[in-house]
């Protein structure tokens, strides 16, 4: 039996590829470092981040898949699946970030930072990226204008006045409020899905992205499923540490704070994963899949991935999280994106042409530049 198969079913062969010649060069420039050459280093840490991105891009895939199975076998709604399942699959990598950031490196503003520049990635690069690859220009629903985008920017709001008011540390008022937020959006998304099943008219967006879907994992049991659901979570967990470690240390090399390389690096490390979905579903033009995703992860990202380390950590010190959090400017540049795509999705009659969607991955090239003098 080939000794490499396990590893080549989790990555595909072609990733398997790449995975191995980063995992070669880390190894080579972890020696020359060792031995005293000063630029390998460099290398290290860069070959590791890249590696850690391709594991939880394909740990995603496989969780994905698995919870998907189980929402078919117990009939969960499309409301529940889009706003709980899809989320988690999507956005537990930066839950782990969080949760390293908080209970083990002590630092619960580089979190902060990695949530707040995942969210900018995906309103931004996401439908840029979808945008420029579309056969046509993307006409979006109303429906994921004014629900999604609105609720969105109203948590942004939230997460800028929770700083603005409790700059120094957050407690379990600041987890709950969070929490409330999260739930008053799955009771939205629920009633939207009731009334829209009564009125007899089907959740469309869901079911193109499921048809086309290429199933990574043939389950026949809920038990199998489950168990590739945990064992991707620890993946995940352990990628997202090499992550943030490597991220961190590449910082010290440069002279950046941890904030700022979060806000950036480790950002786009856990949100790769989204982008490759939302291009595949523009390219076969089903554009609300393509977008639709980006403010419900956003919302979970923010809402629950920031609650629970926080709970976690009171009940595991007793202790309030400190945060330092001084580079404030971040949280403007996510409140003026966000207000940004809302404009872009709603002028034109709902459409995103390939020049706005030009103008928002250049839009995020200024603000990753600007964020260096933060």
Known sequence: ?????????????????????????????WYLSVEGIDWAAYILWISLILLATIIIWRAG??????????????????????????AIASSFPEFCVAVIAVLMIGRAEVGISSIVGS?????????????????????????????????????????????????????????????LAYIGYVALLHRDFKKSRNQGRDNFITEEVEDDEEDLLEL??????????????????????????SSLSLG??????????????IAAGTSVPDTALSVISAKKGHYDAAVSNVFGSNIFDICVCLSIPILLALAMSGEPTYIDLPQTGLIWSLIGATLLSIYFFWSNNYTLTKVKAGMMGILYLLIILISFTF
Do not use: C
């Open 1 to 29: 039996m080939n000794p490499f198969a396990p590893l080549i079913f989790f990555l595909g062969k072609g990733m398997f590829r790449h995975a191995m010649l980063l995992a070669g060069i880390s190894i080579i420039s």
């Open 61 to 86: 895939d496989f969780f994905s898949s698995a919870a998907t199975y189980i929402q078919e076998k117990h009939e969960i709604p499309q409301s529940i699946k889009a706003a709980v399942i899809d």
């Open 119 to 179: 969210a900018l990635y995906n309103v931004l690069v996401i439908p840029a990226a979808a945008g420029l690859v579309a056969t046509s220009p993307m006409v979006i629903s109303k429906e994921v204008v004014w629900r999604d985008n609105i609720f969105y920017f109203g948590v942004v709001l939230l997460l800028g006045a929770m700083l603005w008011q409790f700059p120094n540390e957050w407690s379990i008022g600041v987890a709950l409020l969070f929490l």
């Open 220 to 245: 026949q049991s809920e038990k199998k499923a489950w168990l590739w659901i945990m064992l991707m979570m620890l993946v995940m967990g352990g990628a997202s540490h090499m992550l943030v470690e």
């Open 252 to 265: 010290d090399l440069l002279g950046i704070d941890g904030v700022i390389m979060g806000f950036v690096v």
